[in-house]
């Protein structure tokens, strides 16, 4: 079976993907390819090369680049000696006129796009790294040109792997980051009255709650002082730190002061680091870090995994009304080809 924007393409559509994750990863690689595994994005991304898509931005430059890619490939020269208008950083994004009519690929940062509560405390992020609303509004000039419609998916990867590493804050700044986008494609619509907008996702994640305590509000209010995430924390932390360094890391990215102890407790995971996961390559104590601080947050996970709750399906726009109260994700295929008047 044909991956739905490869059905749209064929249509005479413009089609793209942009998110905050690497653009080879598995929710827009989803939509665009056929692959065996999700982890070969070095190999997506040559086939996103054949597709020539209109417009694909998002995280990854480790996987387009020469010094890093496996077989040494620079796939950013492929695309570039192709026709594509390649964009490295914000400045080189923003600066794509109105009138480009060449494919866009944009990639930024190393892996996935840093989280929005590091891009925000950090000047060299906010300067280089562009924001999912601002890339989803490049997106929308690129594409809207085209008089036989256009599709694209936008997604908030970060917030996934946020619940992944049991972060509160983290996921809570992508979310708004995510809403940012979303506003960004509402305002289309309202000038674009034939245009669907649909707002979903795939799965629920460790469900975050917020648990009772006295102290209950003021401890989630806390969350707004939070400057990192906890992915900027543990990634700084070596074995070789002594527990202060390490309390001195988190009250700092935080605002929390945990105790010598607990910071001790969190130190000896370093010693061997034994945690698995794909979202976790680096096997670093995300679970250990919630568990501690939820007494200082009130927040709690279940667990770090995806979960099977009902999960939240709106749209707006024509084609809307035929939505039913209970729908499987898998029937969105064809409620889209239908939508758009394109034959499965």
Known sequence: NKPILQKFKAKGKSVGCVTSVPITHATP?????????????EDIALEYHKLRFDVMMGGGVNIFSADKRKDKQDVFSLFRNSGFKVVR??????GIP???????????????LPYEIDRRNDAALISNTPTLAEMAKTALQQLSRNKNGFVMQIEGGKVDWAAHAND??????????????????????KNNKDTLLIVTTDHGNANPGLFYGSKAGDNFDKLQ????????????????????QVRERIEAAHGIAVSTEEAGELLKRYQKLDSEGIYNSYKLP???????????FNIGFGSMDHSGDYVELTMSGPGSENLLPFVKNYELHNFLLKAAGVMA
């Open 225 to 244: 002082s939070v400057k990192h995430s906890s992915d900027w924390i543990l990634m700084g932390i070596t074995k070789d730190n002594t527990a202060a």
């Open 98 to 112: 109105a009138t480009n009519s060449a494919p866009v690929l944009g990639v930024f940062h190393g892996e996935s």
């Open 286 to 296: 995300f679970r250990e870090l919630a568990m501690m601080e939820q007494k200082y």
């Open 89 to 94: 950083n914000r400045q080189e994004m923003l």
């Open 168 to 189: 509160a804050a983290a996921l809570l700044y992508d979310q708004i980051a995510f809403d940012d986008a979303l506003k960004v494609a509402m305002d289309f619509v």
């Open 29 to 41: 690689a989803g939509f665009c390819v056929n692959s065996n595994k999700r982890s070969a994005m």
